[in-house]
Antibody, heavy 120, light 107 residues
Framework: EVQMLESGGGLVQPGGSLRLSCAASGFTFKTYDLTWVRQAPGKGLDWVASITYNGVYTFYGDSVKGRFTISRDNSKNILYLEMSSLRAEDTALYYC?????????????WGQGTLVTVSS | DIQMTQSPSSVSASIGDRVTITCRASRPINDYLAWYQQRPGEAPKLLIFDVSALHSGVPSRFSGSKSGTDFTLTITGLQPEDFAAYYCQHGITFPRTFGGGTRVEMK
């Protein structure tokens, strides 16, 4: 069974930094692209960043480009999201997601999310 | 960036009803379109990918279709567990974009 468990969320001041982690199991981690998606309280889904299976290529949403860094450790089966220069509008539940087994354009397994709150 | 415009933002329906949700892409996305369901307090779940392919374990009352750059999710015979939010998402390029969501509420 695929499991994805996010951690690292919390309360941080504007301008601060935070690193999220996503520990995965139940699939061959090193062969799948991975993604972070966030959801502000009461709002819709917002794609944040994706990384290819080997970590060579990364992609970012315009709102986080230059501030967030997605990375992965294929030896530990962990996905990361390093967040800096945090803003109030980054407050959200952050989900990690695995790409679909046959169509790598979609997300077929999600964690339960970790909450990031940016506030003074 | 490709914008995904979803409508309606909410719909009220009863058990057994047929519910239709539409998503319009700002430019052609071929068949790179998925639908997700999100129940309150839960993570999203993939329902349909590549316009009309049902994800594993998804009931057959869910179906997807396409007409040009308009995509439709249909629930035929609404069940109690279907009251939830639904989102479309394109996969043709980065950034991946979700629609704004449709909340299916009980009438």
């Amino acid at each position: 069974e695929v499991q994805m468990l996010e951690s690292g969320g919390g309360l941080v001041q504007p301008g601060g930094s935070l690193r999220l982690s996503c520990a995965a199991s139940g699939f061959t981690f090193k062969t799948y692209d991975l993604t972070w998606v966030r959801q502000a309280p009461g709002k819709g889904l917002d794609w944040v960043a994706s990384i290819t299976y080997n970590g060579v290529y990364t992609f970012y949403g315009d709102s986080v480009k230059g501030r967030f860094t997605i990375s992965r450790d294929n030896s530990k089966n962990i996905l990361y999201l390093e967040m800096s220069s945090l803003r109030a509008e980054d407050t959200a539940l952050y989900y990690c997601a695995k790409t679909h087994s046959t169509s790598g354009y979609y997300f077929d397994s999600w964690g339960q999310g970790t909450l990031v709150t940016v506030s003074s | 960036d490709i914008q995904m415009t979803q409508s309606p933002s909410s719909v009220s329906a009863s058990i057994g009803d047929r519910v239709t949700i539409t998503c319009r892409a700002s430019r052609p996305i071929n068949d790179y379109l998925a639908w997700y369901q999100q129940r309150p307090g839960e993570a999203p779940k993939l329902l349909i990918f590549d316009v009309s392919a049902l994800h594993s374990g998804v009931p057959s009352r869910f179906s997807g279709s396409k007409s040009g750059t308009d995509f439709t999710l249909t629930i035929t015979g609404l069940q109690p567990e279907d009251f939830a939010a639904y989102y479309c998402q394109h996969g043709i390029t980065f950034p991946r974009t979700f629609g704004g969501g449709t909340r299916v509420e009980m009438k």
